[in-house]
């Protein structure tokens, strides 16, 4: 029980390293340039013909290609891996403020944030290597070999589910404004907490959309046996695209989506870390 009680204090303590909260916090800046840039080669697929994926991966490749990006990409991936660790801490022993299912469903998060943080600043570091392949030519060569048995088809089918439903949570999540809980709201001033309101509802809004058109593509992808169409997020968008006044809907999302990357910014000055 006391060795029990010394790893959780252990634990604890590297939670609240202040050099831990510095990198999460600059890791924030880093995620909301990310974002700029998945927003801007949305509205290029949206009005022109991008070359590039629309999606996290593809964000970063442009920002190794400018100039520094390379140095600028090895900054990402320390701030990215930083916030990985911080939502480690939280999954293991973080939202002691919640309880039930609330604080259980608050570490699950923590878990798919963990990962998703984990593969950026993974990513960003094979981008620095000039290594990283095409994401949606890989996810396509993945649903393809899944797609071979009735089974892997069904696997497919559940994981565009599961996006899915993602998706969707991050939309009432962003239109509840429950992303406010996480912010530190009583050091804003009143202009700064509206606008602070507004980007992050926008934003939520906005991936969550992606996210659930994206899972709802691979769902379809799985149904009829057609693996160019679970790509992931630039299937999505170059779908979405192809709709009538799809351009126009694309944007409108590339602006909700870049809305969440300056909320990012807010986030590294604000957030409860």
């Known amino acids: 029980m006391s060795l029990t009680r010394n790893a959780g204090a252990t634990a604890a303590q590297a939670r609240n390293s202040r050099w831990l909260e510095l990198l999460t916090r600059a890791g924030f800046i880093g995620y909301g340039v990310v974002h700029l840039l998945f927003a801007w080669l949305a509205l290029q697929i949206a009005f022109g013909n991008s070359g590039e994926e629309g999606n996290q991966?593809?964000?970063?490749r442009t920002l190794g290609e400018q100039p520094l990006g390379k140095f600028v990409l090895i900054a990402v991936?320390?701030?990215?891996?930083?916030?990985?660790?911080?939502q480690a801490f939280e999954a293991a022993i973080g939202h002691v403020s919640k309880t039930g299912k609330e604080r259980i469903f608050e570490r699950i998060a923590s878990v798919v944030r963990v990962v998703v943080f984990v593969w950026l600043g993974w990513t960003a570091i094979r981008v620095v290597q000039d290594a990283s392949a095409n994401a949606s030519n890989r996810q396509e060569q993945l649903s393809e070999r899944l797609m071979a048995s009735d089974g892997g088809r069904w696997l497919v089918a559940l994981a565009g589910l599961v996006l899915a439903a993602v998706g969707v949570g991050m939309v009432i999540y962003g239109l509840k404004k429950k992303f406010e809980r996480n912010l530190k709201t009583g050091e804003m001033s009143p202009k700064t907490r509206q606008l602070t309101r507004r980007l992050g509802t926008a934003g939520y809004a906005a991936r969550g959309s992606v996210f659930a058109i994206t899972g709802l593509l691979i769902v379809v992808a799985a149904v009829n046996y057609d693996p160019e169409k679970a790509r992931g997020l630039d299937a999505a968008l170059r779908t979405l695209r192809d709709q009538p006044y799809g351009p126009w809907l694309l944007a409108v999302m590339a602006l909700?989506?870049?809305?969440?990357?300056v909320y990012c910014f807010f986030q590294s000055r604000y957030r409860k870390v």
């Open 256 to 261: 909700g989506i870049a809305a969440f990357g």
């Open 77 to 86: 991936a320390v701030g990215l891996f930083a916030m990985a660790i911080w």
């Open 57 to 60: 991966n593809g964000a970063l």
